[in-house]
C-alpha cells in the first residue's frame, strides 16, 4: 500500500510539473533551473520540444542510476519523467492554450512566482519518495554516492548560472535583455525554498538538552504537566568537578512555551534547544518493566 502511494505520489508530481510548464513557463519566454532550463531553451529557439529533449536526457540517466546509484531510486525517477514529457506534449498538442496564463511581458514576476511554488511543490514530493525531476537531480545522487563529502550546492548553483547567463542571449533580439536571467534566478530561489519547506514536514520538533541538579523534580513535573519522558545522562563538570544529571527531551511544536516555563524555575539549571526537521519511531508501546 506504501509503495502504491509513493508511486502516485510521483505520477501526479510529474503531471503537475508538466502543466506548470505548459501554463506559467513556456509561454513567458524565461528558463527555469537545471537541465529543464536548458531544454526550455532550446524548444524556444529550435521548435524542439521539451517532452523529447527530457526523454533524450532523462532515458540514459535513469539507467545509469539504476546500476549506480539505486534501482528504486531510478525506477521512480524514470516513472516521473516519461509521465512528465507524455503529458507535456499532449498539452503541447492540444487546444489548451487558453488556460495559459501569458503575461505578455508585463508583471511576468507573477507566473515566475506561482510556477516557483509549484514547482517546489513537485522537487519536495519527489525527494520524500526517493525519486527526482530527472537531470542534475540525478547526476547529484550519483557523485553524492562516490564522494559523499561533496558540496552540491556549488555544482547546482555552477548549472543553474549558466541557464541564468545563457537566457540573456537566448530570450534577447536586438539588444542584451536580462530580464530573463532575473525571472530565472527567482523562479531557482522559489522553488529550492518551497522544497526544502516540504522536506521539513510537519513533524519538525525541538529537541532540549537540559544540564541540572534537580533532576528528580524536573523529571517529575514534565511527566506531570506535558505527559513527557526524557532521556537522563550521568555527568561531571570539567571546570567544577560537579556531578550533573543531562536530561534529552524531544518535544512537539505545540509544548514549548511551557517546557521554556519549567526549564526557567529551576536555579543551577542550563539549557539549550535545537530543531528536529523529522522523528521517527513508535514509542506508544513501549513495555516496562
Known amino acids: 500500500m506504501k509503495k502504491s502511494l509513493e508511486y502516485l505520489n510521483i505520477f501526479l508530481a510529474a503531471v503537475l510539473l508538466a502543466f506548470v510548464y505548459y501554463i506559467f513557463i513556456v509561454t513567458n519566454d524565461f528558463a527555469p533551473a537545471g537541465l529543464n532550463g536548458i531544454a526550455t531553451m532550446i524548444q ?29 531510486f531510478a525506477i521512480k ?4 519523467s516519461l509521465v512528465y514529457s507524455f503529458v507535456f506534449l499532449l498539452l ?16 511576468t514576476i507573477y507566473p515566475v512566482i506561482i510556477s516557483g511554488v509549484l514547482a517546489g511543490t513537485v522537487y519536495g514530493v519527489c525527494f520524500r519518495n526517493n525519486a527526482s525531476t530527472g537531470g542534475t537531480d540525478v547526476i547529484s ?7 559523499p563529502g561533496t558540496n552540491f550546492f556549488v555544482v547546482t548553483f555552477t ?25 530565472c534566478i527567482i523562479y531557482c530561489f522559489i522553488s529550492t525554498f518551497v522544497g526544502n519547506l516540504l522536506l521539513k514536514t510537519t513533524k519538525t520538533a525541538y529537541k532540549f538538552t537540559i544540564i541540572t541538579t534537580h533532576k528528580d523534580e524536573f523529571i517529575e513535573e514534565i511527566n506531570n504537566k506535558l505527559h513527557h519522558g526524557c532521556t537522563q545522562i550521568d555527568a561531571i563538570g570539567t571546570y567544577t568537578g560537579t556531578k ?17 516555563k519549567i526549564v526557567s524555575s529551576y536555579d543551577n539549571t542550563f539549557s539549550y534547544f535545537e530543531m528536529v526537521n523529522e522523528t521517527y519511531g513508535n514509542f506508544k508501546h513501549i513495555k516496562t518493566h
Open 92 to 107: 503541447q498538442n492540444s487546444n489548451l492554450s487558453f488556460i495559459q496564463y501569458n503575461a505578455l511581458g508585463h508583471d
Open 244 to 260: 550533573r544529571s543531562v536530561l534529552i527531551c524531544i518535544i512537539n511544536k505545540h509544548q514549548l512555551n511551557d517546557f521554556q
Open 44 to 72: 524556444y529557439k529550435t521548435g524542439f520540444s521539451i517532452s523529447y529533449m527530457s526523454l533524450l536526457i532523462n532515458i540514459p540517466l535513469s539507467i545509469l542510476a539504476y546500476f549506480l546509484v539505486q534501482k528504486d
Open 141 to 147: 545522487r550519483y557523485v553524492n554516492k562516490l564522494r
Open 77 to 80: 525517477t524514470l516513472l516521473f
Open 159 to 183: 548549472l543553474n548560472a549558466i541557464v541564468a547567463i545563457a537566457s540573456v542571449f537566448v530570450y534577447s533580439e536586438n539588444n542584451l535583455n536580462y530580464k530573463p536571467m532575473a525571472l
